[in-house]
């Protein structure tokens, strides 16, 4: 039995490279912002290597949505017992609404990234990914989840006004996002981010709705079909890292 049935919209979303691309960017947006971006810090592993750390998660993500059951289990387990690992070194522990927030950022993002690239989900697609993700914050242990995709519209936006505040950790942050990207880089993320974050985020953000990335979508869009996005894709990412998310497009055949 699979964690996510192989027809999976989730598995849809999380099968593109692309959509992983936004998905991240997005992330990387509302984390800087998140009240708990101190415990990112305190190990000191992501503002050292950021983007290093979007290949880490999305192994952990990519292990848990392809797999069977037991295997995705085994991998949520893996990532509750490292949690658990950073509170004891602490001394205290994360706060429960910290790990509904990186939860619900899968789902929002997963959303938004595949609405933008491909086209709009039904009802019935976004209770989906609210379902699979929401499987692995029960298996977590965490408390107070919502019961369903309409009841986490209404939650979400309770946390994204209470729990997202702009601080010297955010300006860090983003200054590790440009000293690892470069400039030209950098920029392209922050109109990426421009596109799939929410309205808050934005504004703590002092970003602007408009995007320049957003009338180049469509030769994007084109360019997959014609087989020539992966260009793109290495023009847009550091050399280290372009292999590696050109190979998450390969990297799910062997899932199927």
């Known amino acids: 039995m699979n ?11 999380w099968s593109s490279a692309d959509t992983i691309l936004f998905i991240f960017g997005g992330a990387a947006a509302e984390f800087s912002l998140n009240k708990a971006v101190d415990w990112l810090y305190f190990t000191g592993k992501l503002p050292a290597d950021p983007i290093g750390r979007l ?4 192994v952990y993500a ?11 289990l085994a991998a949520i387990d893996k990532i509750t017992a490292i949690h658990q690992s950073v509170e004891q070194s602490r001394g205290m522990k994360i706060p429960d609404w910290a790990y509904r927030d990186v939860l619900f950022m899968l789902i929002h993002y997963s ?19 609210f ?17 369903n995709h309409i009841d986490w519209l209404d939650v979400r936006e309770q946390h994204l006004k209470e729990n997202l505040l702009k601080s010297a950790l955010t300006d860090d942050l983003y200054q590790q996002y440009r000293k690892h990207l470069g400039l030209f ?10 596109l799939v974050v929410p309205f808050r985020a934005r504004n703590l953000l002092s970003m602007s709705r408009f995007s320049v990335l957003k009338p180049f979508l469509l030769l994007y869009k084109f360019t997959q079909k014609i087989n020539c996005d992966k260009f793109l894709k290495q023009a847009l990412l550091p050399p280290e890292y372009a292999k590696r ?9 062997d899932y199927y």
């Open 3 to 13: 964690f996510a049935h192989k027809n999976s919209i989730v598995r849809k979303i």
């Open 245 to 253: 998310i050109l190979a998450l497009d390969r990297m799910i055949i």
């Open 55 to 58: 290949f880490s998660t999305v």
């Open 131 to 147: 379902d699979v993700f929401n499987s692995v914050g029960e298996r977590m242990g965490l408390k107070d989840l919502p019961r």
């Open 185 to 194: 880089r950098y920029l392209i993320l922050r109109e990426g981010q421009k």
């Open 62 to 72: 990519q292990q848990i949505i392809f797999s069977d059951e037991k295997t995705a």
């Open 111 to 129: 959303i938004s990234a595949f609405e933008l690239l491909e086209r709009k989900l039904t009802d019935v697609e976004k209770e989906e990914i």
